[in-house]
């Protein structure tokens, strides 16, 4: 069974960072493009980062360029999401993805799997 498990979300305050970490039960992790996303209570499920198969490609959303950086360690299994400058409309539950489209076009129809979710929570 497959199982995406992320760690490192919290409470900070505005213009902080904090690093989500994921860790994959993927035999063929190098075989996934590896993401993030976000739902903020009341909406959708929002595409944050995602992150190419030999993590030498990256794409971000508007909302969190220059700020985030997701990177990943092939030998580990994990994907992992720096932020930085933390806004308070960067509260959310984060998600890690795993899915096999080609990088730039991970979005929510074409994860294969999912993690749980971890909270960042940003107080003004």
């Known amino acids: 069974q497959v199982q995406l498990v992320e760690s490192g979300g919290g409470l900070v305050q505005a213009g902080g960072s904090l690093r989500l970490s994921c860790t994959a039960s993927l035999r063929t992790f190098d075989r996934y493009v590896m993401g993030w996303f976000r739902q903020a209570p009341g909406k959708e499920r929002e595409f944050v980062a995602a992150?190419?198969?030999?993590?030498?490609?990256?794409y971000y959303a508007d909302s969190v360029k220059g700020r985030f950086t997701v990177f990943r360690d092939n030998a580990k299994n994990t994907v992992s999401l720096q932020m930085n400058s933390l806004k308070p409309e960067d509260t959310a539950a984060y998600f890690c993805a795993a899915g096999r489209p080609i990088a730039a076009e991970l979005r929510s129809h074409n994860v294969d799997y999912w993690g749980q979710g971890t909270q960042v929570t940003v107080s003004s």
């Open positions: 992150i190419s198969r030999s993590g030498g490609r990256t």
